[in-house]
């Protein structure tokens, strides 16, 4: 797998010290990410005192991380990145590097005639 990591790809971790099962494993999973590479940086946020941050990247449960790069793409993952999902989380930080996805031509022709926003979620169980 090549990684081209852009400089200042940034993850966010909004976590809480009560209350969340998950939250420091998800905390500490992103720290042994960042750790492989300088050009990666993680910034963690209390869900509750950081309400106003939780709020502008429209976080609204946790554990919850951010991917971005030189823009917001609305990468949002909840919950633990384990299993199956570990691999979605890099392939969507490799994604972000590059500011482009490998989605196909043919995939990515129908979704310049989007007239708005979408919002896309995918819920899934651990593996």
Same mark, same amino acid.
């Given at each position: 797998?090549? !990684?081209?990591?852009? $400089?200042?790809?940034?993850?966010? +971790? !909004?976590?809480?010290? !009560? #209350? +969340?099962?998950? +939250? #420091?494993?998800?905390?500490?999973?992103?720290?042994?990410?960042?750790? =492989? $590479?300088?050009? =990666?940086? =993680?910034?963690?946020?209390?869900? @509750?005192?950081? &309400? #106003?941050?939780?709020?502008?990247? %429209? @976080?609204? &449960?946790?554990?919850?991380?951010?991917?971005? %790069?030189?823009?917001?793409? %609305?990468?949002?993952?909840?919950? @633990?990145?384990?299993?199956?999902?570990?691999?979605?989380?890099?392939?969507?930080?490799?994604?972000? $590097?590059? %500011?482009?996805?490998?989605? $196909?031509?043919?995939?990515?022709?129908?979704?310049?005639?989007?007239?708005?926003?979408?919002?896309?979620? @995918?819920?899934?169980? =651990?593996?």
């Amino acid at each position: 797998m090549n !990684f081209y990591p852009r $400089s200042g790809q940034k993850k966010f +971790c !909004f976590t809480q010290k !009560f #209350e +969340c099962q998950y +939250c #420091e494993l998800t905390h500490e999973l992103l720290n042994e990410i960042v750790d =492989l $590479s300088d050009k =990666l940086t =993680l910034q963690t946020y209390e869900f @509750v005192k950081n &309400k #106003e941050i939780a709020e502008k990247y %429209g @976080v609204d &449960k946790i554990p919850a991380i951010v991917i971005e %790069g030189g823009k917001d793409y %609305g990468i949002r993952f909840y919950g @633990v990145p384990a299993g199956y999902e570990f691999t979605t989380l890099i392939e969507d930080m490799i994604d972000v $590097s590059r %500011g482009t996805t490998n989605l $196909s031509a043919e995939t990515k022709e129908p979704l310049k005639n989007l007239e708005k926003n979408m919002h896309i979620q @995918v819920f899934v169980t =651990l593996t």
